[in-house]
């Protein structure tokens, strides 16, 4: 069941924006958030690159800037309104990321940020299976969300931070295993990055050749 506070920053655009960037600042501030998934990986200015839930474009905004062919995904009209607003210079697809209207092979990247947690544990394995579908071998799926802290001074924030904006589904995340998930269903993925106290996971997942 979802926050009175979780419904109004998607309502509202200075809430979510003004959400998401004192959330970035455990990590150093939001232009560094956004590159975390990126570490390591060499993008050219012709790299296929989906922004998977997409939102209004936070992360779209970064990813234009290393690439003339992103293409940003999400189930709300609302927030792709706004996306094409930020982010004019990027295509746009509604759709569900479980069932995506993509041919198969067609991305050398899949990214997205902070998105998993809101999804159902079968959604979730339907759009893993799906991201794994519309990448070219040897492409990558990028990934950035909640993990269990691992220090604890960061549990009551993040307890906190749960309470007012997420749902159960985020919770179950912090139960669900992501890098065994991916490599169930054929991702090769080394171990993920934990950064703000191991509360936030980055997880490469690369398709098999």
Excluded at 91 to 100: G, H, I, K, P, S
């Amino acid at each position: 069941m979802a926050t009175i506070f979780r419904d109004l920053s998607y309502r509202y655009q200075w809430l979510y924006d003004g959400i998401s960037r004192l959330a970035a600042l455990s990590v150093g501030g939001e232009g560094r958030f956004r590159q975390l998934a990126l570490q390591g990986l060499t993008l050219h200015s012709d790299t296929h690159i989906l922004d998977l839930c997409c939102g209004s474009g936070q992360a779209t905004e970064f990813l234009v800037k290393l690439s003339q062919n992103v293409t940003g995904l999400d189930a709300s009209p609302l927030s792709l309104r706004r996306a094409r607003n930020n982010v004019p210079n990027a295509t746009y697809v509604e759709a569900f990321a479980e069932n995506m209207p993509f041919a198969d092979n067609l991305f050398d990247i899949v990214h997205t940020s902070a998105a998993l947690h809101e999804m159902q544990p079968e959604q979730l394995r339907n759009i893993i299976q799906e991201v794994y579908r519309v990448l070219k071998p040897g492409g990558v799926f990028t990934l950035v969300d909640f993990h269990p802290p691992t220090n604890p001074i960061f549990w009551p924030g993040l307890s906190v931070f749960f309470w007012l904006f997420e749902t159960e589904t985020a919770w179950e995340l912090l139960k669900t295993d992501l890098p065994g998930l991916l490599r169930e269903n054929g991702f090769e993925v080394d171990t993920p990055s934990l950064y703000a106290g191991g509360s936030l996971q980055v997880i490469q997942g690369r398709k098999k050749r």
